[in-house]
């Protein structure tokens, strides 16, 4: 819910400063107080440094307030729609996440590089908006995780829910299927999803490590259906293609039930199939590997590109951005807490004009 509030939520950590920023004040104070001990005690000295006790908790008060709004004003506040904005026009994605027991291989796993490009495209699909989401997750079998939306938080918070401990059990495959990896079945789903009267302005994103054990290419009818509808799938395949890697589970690594004394289960990333999606469907291939994945990057520079659809029915209205009155109160107190250091020194006694003046040596005195 924080991410609805605010569009930064990541600036709240830093309000984990202000303790430090006491301590290490309280720390200077002591040792200024040290360096003006070594000084001795001269009345014009302490009254040259001497400070109220009032003005000095004053300006602490003010400096931590505004430290604080400040960080707040960073978190970027929003709330209010603006029922007036028009939303601009974009593109239907369909994210297709291969969940198969293959995606928890190497550390971090593929299914970690998966989710965190995932989280960065809702970013990027949020800072431009207009464009449509949605999310198809598979296994032996596929599922609809986020149906089509303009709602990236959402999305996002449903990217993040995806546990490997406990996955939806919709996914898992029937007991007479060959493999627990059905690509076919999500890019089928994904098709599906879209409405066929944004023809054009539509694209599945696939992401997986194409290790099907069946390698019966299960995937060659969906792909051409996509093709026939003008559907360009773009793959990125996640996961080590040069050597083997265990799949890895709470228990430890995976072993083959009907064999356990086999050894470990392995799996490396399989390009050919990925490859061969997009070359289908006229797509691109992105070779992820073992990194980070770009997706934010990807789909501004190769899908944000091309034809945009008009508005759909669903379009939400964008959240109102109130970042600035906090922005502008953290000046303000800011510039007080500096203001009030004026009246921090204690004013000097001026001399009584009635009194008796002083004896000048030399002067002979009745």
């Not at 003006?36 to 003010?62: I, Q």
């Not at 001026?350 to 000048?360: E, G, K, L, Q, V």
Request: aromatic share 6%.
């Amino acid at each position: 819910m924080l991410r609805h509030w605010f569009l930064n939520p990541w600036a709240f950590p830093l309000l984990g400063l202000m303790p430090l920023l006491g301590l290490l004040g309280v720390f200077a104070l002591r040792r200024r107080n040290r360096a003006l001990a070594r000084l001795g005690n001269h009345p014009a000295l302490e009254l040259l440094v001497a400070e109220r006790g009032w003005v000095r908790v004053l300006r602490g008060f003010l400096a931590s307030l505004g430290l604080t709004v400040l960080v707040v004003g960073m978190a970027g506040p929003q709330w209010g729609r603006d029922w007036t904005q028009a939303t601009a026009p974009g593109r239907d994605l369909v994210v297709v996440l291969d969940l198969s027991r293959s995606m928890f291989a190497e550390q971090p796993s593929r299914l970690h590089w998966a989710k965190e490009g995932l989280v960065s495209l809702a970013q990027a699909l949020k800072e431009r908006g207009g464009h449509r989401v949605a999310l198809v997750v598979f296994a032996g079998r596929a599922k609809v995780a986020c149906p089509l939306t303009h709602d990236y938080d959402h999305f996002r918070e449903v990217v993040e829910d995806l546990d490997p401990g406990r996955l939806p059990p919709e996914i898992a495959p029937d007991d007479d299927d060959p493999s627990g990896t059905r690509i076919g079945t999500g890019l089928r789903a994904a098709v599906e999803l879209h409405e066929p009267r944004f023809a054009g302005y539509q694209d599945v994103l696939l992401l997986s490590d194409g290790d099907d054990p069946a390698r019966d290419g299960e995937w060659r009818l969906p792909a051409a259906e996509a093709r026939s509808r003008g559907i360009p799938v773009h793959t990125v395949g996640i996961g080590n293609p040069y050597e083997d890697s265990p799949i890895l589970t709470a228990d430890g690594p995976m072993r083959d039930p009907d064999d356990p004394d086999e050894g470990p289960v392995k799996t490396r990333l399989q390009e050919g199939p990925l490859r061969e999606i997009a070359e289908i469907t006229e797509g691109i291939y992105i070779p992820a590997h073992t990194q980070a994945l770009p997706l934010g990057r990807l789909f501004r520079e190769r899908i944000e590109s091309r034809p945009a659809r008009e508005d759909a029915e669903d379009s939400l209205p964008q959240y109102q951005q109130h970042y600035a009155w906090f922005l502008g109160g953290a000046l303000l107190l800011l510039s007080l807490s500096v203001v009030v250091s004026g009246f921090s020194r204690p004013r000097p006694v001026r001399p009584d004009r009635h009194s008796a003046a002083p004896i000048i040596e030399g002067e002979v005195t009745r």
